[in-house]
């Protein structure tokens, strides 16, 4: 994802005509927001106006107080870990919950993925009404290209070109488009109807919202979570410098290494921000710095910009904004945007390791949209300075790449968790009425890398220190439980808290690549492929897997190369279906719990990118890596020796979230989808057609 | 041998501004500020009065006051307009002229003042619990190693790092946490030599001194407070990070400027009582 700003001509006097040439890092959300602002002014004139009509006067109260509703996500949290600490009593605040019948286990989406299970939150329904189906899909018109499920970049067109330069003029008679990020969550989220109805809410690191969605009558704000980028337009890029690094920067997945040289125990090295996107090539923007360490005192000072840290090996800085500067033909100033990260010392002597963060959007200067309104972000960032903006905060992948060892995976997500909890607490004391919701990633991501629970053989780490990592899980269990109790004890009296996870957990011992069964059963052609982006024959194929749960027909009229016809769909369906369902580990075990056929589980008006089947595996099974983007191995099985060593994405049934209330729930089996049409008539208001959830209290009950 | 005397001068300045500190410690930022401000602007007019050729300017404003008639008596007369012009622009010269024994006599005092006040005005000191960079710039004879450095221990500061040597920029950097509040003496062992340096802490309105300077007369005006090292010291300057202060009235921008602009109203509003033509 690129962000590209362009050169505009605004009118500044009208009378005299004199045009101003200004740079612009507009988007659609900016767009929103001036309108937005523009409508508090009116509703700040309409307030001194005693004939408002009727409507317009009940989207300009917010004084007026409503029910408060309290919403907690803990990303991952699983019943039956929760219910097992409950057993011991090591969750007191949630048992205390579960003891006056407020808790259940929760039906999570169908397939257990994080997008796909928040949506199904945020729209009260399924992913036939939001489109969401897995974080992966792919472009049938070109065969099978993936992308990113949840947002997407759409290219800017035209562009003017001056000398090294290009630029996108968006005035006429240019009328160039700008490149922007879309939200391709279809539907509309339950919140736009408490906004219409003037409830206030707030939604903290809400995933599957970016760019975050507009408040169409000013009562909605949000900072987005998950699916949120970094400067660089990734979902998270770590730099690291290390004295056996790489010469040339080397790029891996979720960073990048290069190599530092100490001469006089000092060198130079740059750090890699976004790209230049104004010149026709553009290249990224590299800042220097420099780093001088003491080998005694095992210290290294960092001076880069205007600012000089001093880190002892083991310490973190601050978050220290950095400007990335973005050239602009003369006599047209540069324009500037602004990041921010972290240094952290992992080791000076003998071999000097210095970690990065990804470079953050600045909360307080952002340079696109993170919040709704856009001023949310510069608020909260005055009163609690810099925090993490990206969505995926814990930086997994520099575990998995081995750039970071458990304890320092461990350390940084407990930042991470602190940034948190100071952030929950700042919604917590500018909460006055309406919906807040808050979301937490530590149970999710951290369970990812050191959930354990089974005596079987780790996949990457020693049995010991497996079982050491399982009650640090355990731990961030009972922190979860302390943050519910403070909640319960500020807010417990006088307001509906609600807690839940989007899914459950389970060990992830051994892969199996869809492609390679496909292709050795005979459905994917020729007999020595190797992945479907490269060396399929399309011709001969018959169905293909993308993503971590999709299944796709090779389906004539809708992919490219499509070969087979509708006719035949519904048979080939039944047969795959049957097949898998029979698959067997080499030790007996079942794989496959069910696969299920999206036209008779999706239902809505956005399935038209939804997977012919979704497979939904056992505990202890997932998706190959490899075959998540259509790569195939030699063997179907293989065991997962990655340090991301548990997931949930198998079958929904398998992994169920958890829900708690402080009023008893009513509902025998409630689901996600359930607790939006649930917020609504705690408002009461009507559950829209769109939802299909059900309120879990009672229907008839009233706040 | 100007360093010496700036520097015998910011003691006297330390000694007369030591009689303000608890005045001006007492009551808010911004009340203080208006008020020296205010007798700042009206103590500079004084002196711009005494400095200045009063009677020359006088003449010089009517020499302006008397062409910019010309200029609208005459405003048809293209020729008398255009001499009227550059006559102007040659008495407003004059009145720069003018001015410049006064700005050199105020130069100085000002500039001392100024250091004062930034004292009080430039930097906040540390909460307790906040973290502060320390740098000792050291000087050396070239290719020698620098000498050994501690901070000693003390109750005002907990050590998070340091210290780290830089030999290459003859520099020794500390990361400190404050813990004590109070305006304390840091002690810094350097090679035989022992040097201090103030470190304030709390969280209430009072000086602070970010740099101990050397002999340096740039950094004698602005880091007036502490005595400076001396050139042929092994220790250079201790220089401390604090935060800076929000300006205290307007809540942005820089405190200097709005020393200027309150100096200047004062300075107006006594103007005609005092009869200082400027």
Known sequence: ?703 | MIAHLISWLNTGMNTLFGLLRGPMAAVPAWLSLTVVSSVLGVVLLVLFKYTSNQAAIGRVRDRIKARLLGMKLFKDNIPVVLKSQVQVFGSAAMLLVHSVPPILVMALPFCLVLGQLGVWYQAKPLETGEQALITMQLFSPENASLPSVSLMPTEAVKIIAGPSRVPSRQQVYWKVRAIEPGIHQLQFQVGDLQVQKEFSVGSGFMPVSIKRPSLNIGDLILYPAEKPFDKASPVQSIEIGYPDRTEPITGSGNWVITLFIISMLGAFAVKPFLNVKI
Not at chain 1, 194 to 216: C, K, M, R, T, V
Not at chain 1, 453 to 466: I, N, Q, V
């Open chain 1, 1 to 703: 994802m690129a962000y590209r700003w362009w050169l505009r001509i605004e009118l500044i006097d009208p009378f005299k005509k004199r045009f101003c040439v200004i740079m612009k890092k507009r988007n659609q959300t900016g767009q929103r927001h001036s309108i937005l602002k523009t409508r508090w002014v009116l509703a700040g004139i309409g307030a001194g106006i005693l004939t408002v009509p009727a409507s317009t006067a009940a989207a300009l109260k917010p004084e007026m107080e409503h029910p408060k509703v309290i919403v907690i996500g803990f990303d991952g949290m699983d019943p039956v870990l929760a219910e097992r600490m409950m057993d011991a009593g090591e969750l007191p605040a949630l048992d205390s919950l579960r003891k006056k019948n407020g808790y259940r286990r929760l039906a999570t989406s169908n397939p257990p993925q994080s997008p796909v299970a928040w949506a199904n939150f945020i729209n009260g329904a399924g992913p036939g009404t939001h489109g969401i189906f897995d974080f992966i899909h792919r472009d049938p018109k070109r065969q099978c290209a993936p992308f990113y499920s949840a947002a997407e970049t759409v290219e800017g067109e035209g562009h003017f070109d001056f000398r090294k330069h290009r630029l996108q003029l968006n005035f006429w008679p240019f009328n160039h488009a700008p490149t922007q990020t879309l939200l391709r969550r279809e539907g509309v989220p339950f919140w736009h109807y408490l906004d219409e109805a003037g409830i206030s809410s707030s939604f903290y690191d809400l995933p599957a919202n970016y760019p975050p969605s507009e408040s169409q009558h000013g009562h909605h704000c949000c900072l987005s979570g998950m699916g949120a980028p970094d400067l660089l337009g990734t979902y998270g890029t770590y730099q690291h410098y290390a004295e056996d690094g790489p010469v040339r920067t080397k790029e891996e997945p979720g960073g990048q290494r290069s190599m530092l040289f100490f001469e006089n125990e000092a060198a130079k090295a740059f750090l890699t921000g976004p790209q230049d996107s104004f010149l026709e090539t553009p290249v990224p923007i590299k800042v220097e710095f420099k780093v001088y360490r003491d080998v005694e005192s095992k210290t290294a000072v960092i001076k880069i910009q205007n600012h000089t840290i001093i880190l002892k090996e083991g310490q973190w800085s601050n978050w220290l904004p950095i400007d990335f500067r973005l050239s602009l033909p003369a006599p047209i100033p540069d324009e500037h945007i602004a990041g921010i990260c972290r240094f952290y010392l992992q080791e000076v002597s003998p071999n000097f390791r210095l970690y990065v963060t990804p470079i953050n959007i600045d909360p307080s200067d952002p340079a696109v949209p993170i919040t709704e309104p856009e001023e949310f972000s510069k608020e909260i960032s005055s009163k609690l300075g810099l925090f993490y903006t990206t969505g995926f905060q814990e930086d997994h992948k520099a575990l998995s790449n081995k750039v970071f060892k458990d304890a320092e995976y461990a350390a940084q997500a407990q930042i991470v968790l602190d940034e948190r909890i100071r952030l929950l607490n700042y919604s917590l004391d500018n909460y006055e009425d309406g919906l807040l919701f808050f979301y937490f990633s530590s149970t999710d991501l951290q369970s990812h890398m050191f959930w354990w629970d089974s005596e079987l053989d780790h996949p990457a780490r020693p049995k010991d220190e497996a079982k050491k990592y399982f009650e640090h899980i355990k731990d961030i269990y009972r922190k979860a439980d302390g943050i519910v109790g403070d909640v319960l004890e500020t807010h417990g009296d006088s307001a509906l808290v609600l807690i839940m996870s989007d899914h459950g957990f389970t060990n992830f011992k051994r892969q199996f690549n869809l492609n390679t069964w496909l292709r050795d059963n005979g459905y994917l052609e020729p007999s020595n492929a190797t992945s479907i982006m490269s060396d399929v024959d399309w011709s001969k194929s018959r169905a293909y897997g993308l993503g971590i749960n999709g299944l796709y027909l090779n389906l004539k009229g809708r992919e490219k190369f499509g070969r087979v016809k509708p006719s035949e769909k519904d048979a080939l369906l039944d047969e795959l279906v049957k097949k898998l369902e029979a698959v067997r580990d080499v030790d007996g075990q079942v794989v496959i719990k069910k696969a299920r056929r999206s036209d008779e589980t999706y239902f809505g008006p956005h399935t038209a990118l939804a997977p012919d089947l979704i497979i939904g595996y056992r505990r202890g099974y997932r998706a190959a890596w490899t075959t998540c983007l259509g790569d195939m191995d030699e063997t179907v099985f293989s065991d997962n020796d990655s340090a991301w060593s548990a997931d949930h994405c198998g079958d929904s049934t398998e992994v169920p979230g958890v829900l708690f209330s402080n009023r008893p729930i009513v509902k025998e089996n409630p689901a996600l989808i359930d607790l939006a049409p649930t917020i609504l008539s705690l408002y009461r208001l009507n559950k829209p057609t769109s939802m299909t959830g059900e309120n879990i209290f009672n229907s008839q009950e009233k706040p």
